[in-house]
Protein backbone atom coordinates (compact mmCIF):
# COMPACT_ATOMS: atom_id res chain seq x y z
CA UNK A 1 0.00 0.00 0.00
CA UNK A 2 0.86 3.60 -0.21
CA UNK A 3 3.26 4.73 2.54
CA UNK A 4 3.90 8.14 3.37
CA UNK A 5 7.31 8.79 5.46
CA UNK A 6 7.60 11.64 7.60
CA UNK A 7 11.14 13.04 9.42
CA UNK A 8 12.44 13.04 11.91
CA UNK A 9 10.16 11.05 14.29
CA UNK A 10 11.45 13.07 17.02
CA UNK A 11 13.53 16.31 17.64
CA UNK A 12 14.33 18.36 20.85
CA UNK A 13 15.44 21.74 19.93
CA UNK A 14 16.35 25.33 21.72
CA UNK A 15 13.77 28.27 22.16
CA UNK A 16 13.86 30.35 19.54
CA UNK A 17 15.89 27.90 16.83
CA UNK A 18 13.64 26.84 13.90
CA UNK A 19 12.74 23.03 12.43
CA UNK A 20 11.91 21.76 9.80
CA UNK A 21 10.05 18.40 9.27
CA UNK A 22 10.12 16.85 5.81
CA UNK A 23 7.01 14.65 4.85
CA UNK A 24 7.00 12.15 1.32
CA UNK A 25 5.10 10.44 -0.20
CA UNK A 26 7.13 7.07 -1.11
CA UNK A 27 5.58 5.21 -4.06
CA UNK A 28 2.94 7.80 -5.16
CA UNK A 29 2.60 11.53 -6.14
CA UNK A 30 0.73 14.06 -3.79
CA UNK A 31 -0.50 17.24 -5.29
CA UNK A 32 -2.01 17.63 -1.89
CA UNK A 33 -0.48 16.89 1.81
CA UNK A 34 -2.21 17.83 5.52
CA UNK A 35 -0.37 18.80 8.10
CA UNK A 36 -2.00 18.25 11.40
CA UNK A 37 -1.38 18.82 15.04
CA UNK A 38 -2.06 16.92 17.71
CA UNK A 39 -1.57 17.73 21.35
CA UNK A 40 -1.26 14.85 24.35
CA UNK A 41 -4.22 12.59 24.22
CA UNK A 42 -6.32 14.96 22.11
CA UNK A 43 -7.47 15.09 18.57
CA UNK A 44 -5.92 15.87 15.03
CA UNK A 45 -6.14 19.33 14.30
CA UNK A 46 -5.48 20.23 11.01
CA UNK A 47 -3.07 23.19 10.58
CA UNK A 48 -2.98 23.57 6.82
CA UNK A 49 -2.71 22.49 3.46
CA UNK A 50 0.14 22.26 1.72
CA UNK A 51 -0.11 22.83 -2.63
CA UNK A 52 2.41 21.51 -4.87
CA UNK A 53 3.74 24.62 -6.75
CA UNK A 54 1.32 26.79 -4.76
CA UNK A 55 1.01 28.35 -1.79
CA UNK A 56 -0.73 26.48 1.49
CA UNK A 57 -3.85 27.04 2.59
CA UNK A 58 -3.74 27.61 6.53
CA UNK A 59 -6.77 27.29 8.97
CA UNK A 60 -8.31 30.00 10.82
CA UNK A 61 -5.76 30.65 13.75
CA UNK A 62 -2.68 29.12 12.24
CA UNK A 63 0.15 31.24 11.66
CA UNK A 64 1.50 31.22 7.95
CA UNK A 65 5.02 33.33 9.13
CA UNK A 66 5.61 30.65 12.19
CA UNK A 67 4.58 27.58 10.10
CA UNK A 68 6.10 27.72 7.00
CA UNK A 69 4.86 25.47 4.47
CA UNK A 70 6.56 24.26 1.00
CA UNK A 71 5.54 21.95 -1.10
CA UNK A 72 8.35 21.83 -3.90
CA UNK A 73 7.62 18.80 -5.73
CA UNK A 74 4.85 15.96 -6.07
CA UNK A 75 6.39 13.74 -3.41
CA UNK A 76 7.71 16.40 -0.78
CA UNK A 77 6.42 18.44 1.25
CA UNK A 78 7.65 20.17 4.36
CA UNK A 79 6.90 21.96 7.03
CA UNK A 80 9.19 24.42 8.93
CA UNK A 81 8.29 25.58 12.77
CA UNK A 82 10.37 29.19 13.34
CA UNK A 83 11.52 30.64 16.17
CA UNK A 84 10.00 27.70 18.22
CA UNK A 85 8.78 28.04 21.72
CA UNK A 86 8.00 25.84 24.60
CA UNK A 87 4.41 26.18 23.54
CA UNK A 88 5.01 24.80 20.01
CA UNK A 89 6.05 20.76 21.26
CA UNK A 90 3.78 19.10 19.61
CA UNK A 91 3.26 15.81 17.63
CA UNK A 92 3.34 16.65 14.45
CA UNK A 93 1.54 14.34 11.29
CA UNK A 94 1.71 14.54 7.60
CA UNK A 95 -0.93 12.93 5.66
CA UNK A 96 -1.68 12.59 1.61
CA UNK A 97 -4.48 11.87 0.16
CA UNK A 98 -4.88 7.80 -1.78
CA UNK A 99 -4.35 8.63 -5.28
CA UNK A 100 -7.83 8.03 -7.40
CA UNK A 101 -9.35 7.11 -3.80
CA UNK A 102 -12.83 8.24 -2.05
CA UNK A 103 -11.15 10.74 -0.02
CA UNK A 104 -8.68 8.30 2.20
CA UNK A 105 -5.47 9.90 3.68
CA UNK A 106 -2.39 8.39 4.25
CA UNK A 107 -1.03 9.47 7.24
CA UNK A 108 3.35 9.65 8.45
CA UNK A 109 4.09 8.41 11.45
CA UNK A 110 4.27 11.73 13.43
CA UNK A 111 6.96 13.80 14.31
CA UNK A 112 7.70 14.86 17.96
CA UNK A 113 8.87 18.28 18.69
CA UNK A 114 10.15 19.03 21.97
CA UNK A 115 11.67 23.25 22.57
CA UNK A 116 13.08 23.41 25.78
CA UNK B 1 -15.10 24.38 17.72
CA UNK B 2 -15.27 22.55 14.20
CA UNK B 3 -14.41 18.98 15.35
CA UNK B 4 -17.01 16.41 16.09
CA UNK B 5 -17.17 14.79 18.81
CA UNK B 6 -16.66 10.80 19.80
CA UNK B 7 -17.91 9.02 23.02
CA UNK B 8 -17.27 7.09 25.22
CA UNK B 9 -13.70 8.89 25.30
CA UNK B 10 -12.21 5.44 26.85
CA UNK B 11 -12.98 2.34 26.89
CA UNK B 12 -11.71 -0.71 28.87
CA UNK B 13 -13.16 -4.28 27.52
CA UNK B 14 -12.20 -7.43 28.12
CA UNK B 15 -10.84 -9.53 24.99
CA UNK B 16 -13.74 -11.28 23.01
CA UNK B 17 -16.02 -8.48 24.15
CA UNK B 18 -17.42 -6.51 21.83
CA UNK B 19 -16.21 -2.21 21.80
CA UNK B 20 -18.94 0.41 20.23
CA UNK B 21 -17.54 3.43 19.50
CA UNK B 22 -19.94 6.60 18.82
CA UNK B 23 -19.13 9.66 16.42
CA UNK B 24 -21.20 12.99 15.95
CA UNK B 25 -20.23 15.54 13.66
CA UNK B 26 -21.78 19.05 12.58
CA UNK B 27 -21.96 19.83 8.78
CA UNK B 28 -22.91 18.06 6.02
CA UNK B 29 -20.56 15.23 4.40
CA UNK B 30 -19.48 13.48 1.07
CA UNK B 31 -18.44 10.55 3.21
CA UNK B 32 -17.29 9.59 7.41
CA UNK B 33 -13.93 7.74 8.38
CA UNK B 34 -12.62 5.84 11.03
CA UNK B 35 -8.99 5.98 11.56
CA UNK B 36 -7.05 3.96 14.59
CA UNK B 37 -3.71 5.31 16.36
CA UNK B 38 -1.28 3.01 18.39
CA UNK B 39 0.25 5.42 21.32
CA UNK B 40 2.89 8.07 20.02
CA UNK B 41 2.09 6.76 15.83
CA UNK B 42 0.38 7.82 12.95
CA UNK B 43 -2.86 7.11 11.85
CA UNK B 44 -3.89 4.29 9.78
CA UNK B 45 -7.17 3.98 7.74
CA UNK B 46 -9.83 1.68 8.54
CA UNK B 47 -13.22 2.40 6.86
CA UNK B 48 -14.95 5.04 4.76
CA UNK B 49 -18.20 5.11 4.47
CA UNK B 50 -20.22 7.27 1.78
CA UNK B 51 -23.34 9.45 2.74
CA UNK B 52 -25.69 7.91 1.40
CA UNK B 53 -24.38 4.63 3.20
CA UNK B 54 -25.95 3.27 6.11
CA UNK B 55 -23.83 0.47 7.12
CA UNK B 56 -20.62 -1.06 5.79
CA UNK B 57 -18.63 -3.83 7.36
CA UNK B 58 -15.04 -4.83 6.96
CA UNK B 59 -13.78 -7.76 8.61
CA UNK B 60 -14.37 -7.38 12.24
CA UNK B 61 -15.51 -3.97 11.64
CA UNK B 62 -19.21 -2.28 11.40
CA UNK B 63 -20.16 1.19 10.54
CA UNK B 64 -23.14 2.74 10.48
CA UNK B 65 -23.76 6.23 9.55
CA UNK B 66 -27.00 8.19 10.37
CA UNK B 67 -26.73 11.50 7.81
CA UNK B 68 -30.04 12.51 9.84
CA UNK B 69 -29.01 12.71 13.06
CA UNK B 70 -25.06 13.68 11.99
CA UNK B 71 -23.76 10.35 13.86
CA UNK B 72 -21.88 7.11 12.84
CA UNK B 73 -20.64 4.00 15.12
CA UNK B 74 -17.95 1.89 14.89
CA UNK B 75 -18.09 -1.78 16.26
CA UNK B 76 -15.24 -4.22 16.21
CA UNK B 77 -16.33 -7.99 17.22
CA UNK B 78 -14.68 -10.32 19.14
CA UNK B 79 -11.57 -8.06 20.22
CA UNK B 80 -8.18 -9.10 21.05
CA UNK B 81 -5.50 -7.35 22.74
CA UNK B 82 -3.90 -6.03 20.02
CA UNK B 83 -7.08 -3.92 19.20
CA UNK B 84 -6.22 -1.44 21.83
CA UNK B 85 -5.58 1.96 20.07
CA UNK B 86 -7.07 5.34 20.35
CA UNK B 87 -9.94 5.67 17.37
CA UNK B 88 -11.45 8.66 15.59
CA UNK B 89 -14.06 9.29 12.80
CA UNK B 90 -12.98 11.92 10.36
CA UNK B 91 -15.67 13.71 8.17
CA UNK B 92 -15.06 14.68 4.59
CA UNK B 93 -17.43 17.57 3.15
CA UNK B 94 -15.83 16.69 -0.43
CA UNK B 95 -14.44 13.92 -1.87
CA UNK B 96 -10.86 13.02 -3.03
CA UNK B 97 -8.15 15.16 -1.89
CA UNK B 98 -10.54 17.08 0.61
CA UNK B 99 -9.39 17.56 4.23
CA UNK B 100 -10.41 15.83 7.06
CA UNK B 101 -12.42 16.76 10.41
CA UNK B 102 -11.61 14.57 13.37
CA UNK B 103 -13.38 13.48 16.12
CA UNK B 104 -11.85 13.71 19.94
CA UNK B 105 -11.72 10.03 19.49
CA UNK B 106 -11.72 7.32 22.22
CA UNK B 107 -9.19 5.52 23.82
CA UNK B 108 -9.94 1.45 23.51
CA UNK B 109 -8.22 -0.73 26.06
CA UNK B 110 -8.65 -4.78 25.59
CA UNK B 111 -7.80 -6.34 28.41
CA UNK B 112 -6.46 -9.65 27.85
Known amino acids: GAVVSQHPSWVICKSGTSVKIECRSL??????MFWYRQFPKQSLMLMATSNEGSKATYEQGVEKDKFLINHASLTLSTLTVTSAHPEDSSFYIC????????????FGEGSRLTVL | SQQGEEDPQALSIQEGENATMNCSYKTSINNLQWYRQNSGRGLVHLILIRSNEREKHSGRLRVTLDTSKKSSSLLITASRAADTASYFC????????????FGQGTRLTINP
Open chain 1, 27 to 32: DFQATT
Open chain 1, 95 to 106: SAPKSGGAGELF
Open chain 2, 90 to 101: ASQKGQGAQKLV
